[in-house]
C-alpha cells in the first residue's frame, strides 16, 4: 500500500510539471484534491502551484491581479530626478502588488511617447489599459486601478518583482484617454 501511495505522488508531480499548473483543495466534506482545473466556487482552502515559474523568485499573483494585468497593463514613466511624485506613485503600485512596467524619461525618445500618450511631459505619468493620469494624486491613481479591475490590496512582494523597466516602446499603439489629470503636477521633462 506505501508503494502505491509513493508511485501515485511521483506520477502525480511528474504530470503537474508536464503541465504546468495545479490546484489543491478540500471539498464541502472535507476530502482533499489535486487537480489541473479551477476549484469550483465552493472550495475550501485552495491552493494553486504553478510548476512551470521553479524557484527563480517568481511571484504568484492573485488571479484577479493577473487578469488586470493581463487586460489593464500597466506602464510608469518616470526620471531620476523626479523625486516624491514617482517615488510615492511607484509606491502605490508596489503597496496593491501591480506588476508594472517602469520607463526611465532620459532623452528625447521617452519624452516623444510621453506626448504621445498624453500629450503632456508631466511626470510622473501613469498610464493604466487605455487610460492615464499625470502627476501624484493617490485617489486618482487607485481610481484608475479599481476600474481596471487590480484588487484593492494584495501580498507583500519586493519592487523589483513587480517592476520590468524598460525603454519606452517605439512602435505607436492605441491612444491611452486621460481619466483625470492635474492636482499636483509632477516635474516637467524638458
Given at each position: 500500500?506505501r508503494?502505491?501511495?509513493?508511485?501515485?505522488?511521483?506520477?502525480?508531480?511528474?504530470?503537474?510539471?508536464?503541465?504546468?499548473?495545479a490546484y489543491?483543495?478540500?471539498?464541502?466534506?472535507?476530502?482533499?484534491?489535486?487537480?489541473?482545473?479551477?476549484?469550483?466556487?465552493?472550495?475550501?482552502?485552495?491552493?494553486?502551484?504553478?510548476?512551470?515559474?521553479?524557484?527563480?523568485?517568481?511571484?504568484?499573483?492573485?488571479?484577479?491581479?493577473?487578469?488586470?494585468?493581463?487586460?489593464?497593463?500597466?506602464t510608469?514613466?518616470?526620471?531620476?530626478?523626479?523625486?516624491?511624485?514617482?517615488?510615492?506613485?511607484?509606491g502605490?503600485?508596489?503597496?496593491?502588488?501591480?506588476p508594472?512596467?517602469?520607463?526611465?524619461?532620459l532623452?528625447?525618445?521617452?519624452?516623444?511617447e510621453?506626448?504621445?500618450?498624453?500629450?503632456?511631459?508631466?511626470?510622473p505619468?501613469?498610464?493604466?489599459?487605455?487610460?492615464?493620469?499625470?502627476?501624484?494624486?493617490?485617489?486618482?491613481?487607485?481610481?484608475?486601478?479599481?476600474?481596471?479591475?487590480?484588487?484593492?490590496?494584495?501580498?507583500?512582494?519586493?519592487?523589483?518583482?513587480?517592476?520590468?523597466?524598460?525603454?519606452?516602446?517605439?512602435?505607436?499603439?492605441?491612444?491611452?484617454?486621460?481619466?483625470?489629470?492635474?492636482g499636483?503636477?509632477?516635474?516637467?521633462?524638458?
Open positions: 500500500m508503494t502505491y501511495l509513493i508511485v501515485a505522488a511521483t506520477l502525480w508531480i511528474v504530470c503537474s510539471h508536464a503541465v504546468g499548473q489543491r483543495w478540500v471539498d464541502e466534506r472535507g476530502q482533499v484534491h489535486y487537480t489541473q482545473t479551477p476549484p469550483p466556487p465552493q472550495a475550501k482552502e485552495i491552493q494553486r502551484k504553478d510548476f512551470r515559474s521553479g524557484a527563480s523568485g517568481s511571484v504568484d499573483l492573485p488571479y484577479a491581479t493577473q487578469i488586470a494585468a493581463k487586460n489593464y497593463p500597466v510608469l514613466y518616470t526620471q531620476p530626478d523626479c523625486g516624491p511624485p514617482c517615488d510615492e506613485a511607484r502605490s503600485l508596489v503597496k496593491r502588488a501591480v508594472f512596467r517602469e520607463v526611465s524619461v532623452g528625447q525618445k521617452e519624452i516623444d510621453m506626448k504621445r500618450v498624453s500629450g503632456r511631459e508631466d511626470l505619468l501613469l498610464v493604466v489599459g487605455s487610460q492615464f493620469q499625470t502627476g501624484f494624486q493617490e485617489n486618482a491613481i487607485n481610481s484608475l486601478l479599481d476600474t481596471a479591475g487590480y484588487p484593492p490590496a494584495g501580498p507583500r512582494v519586493p519592487l523589483e518583482s513587480l517592476r520590468k523597466t524598460e525603454p519606452a516602446p517605439s512602435s505607436p499603439s492605441a491612444q491611452p484617454s486621460q481619466q483625470s489629470a492635474g499636483k503636477p509632477g516635474t516637467d521633462s524638458k
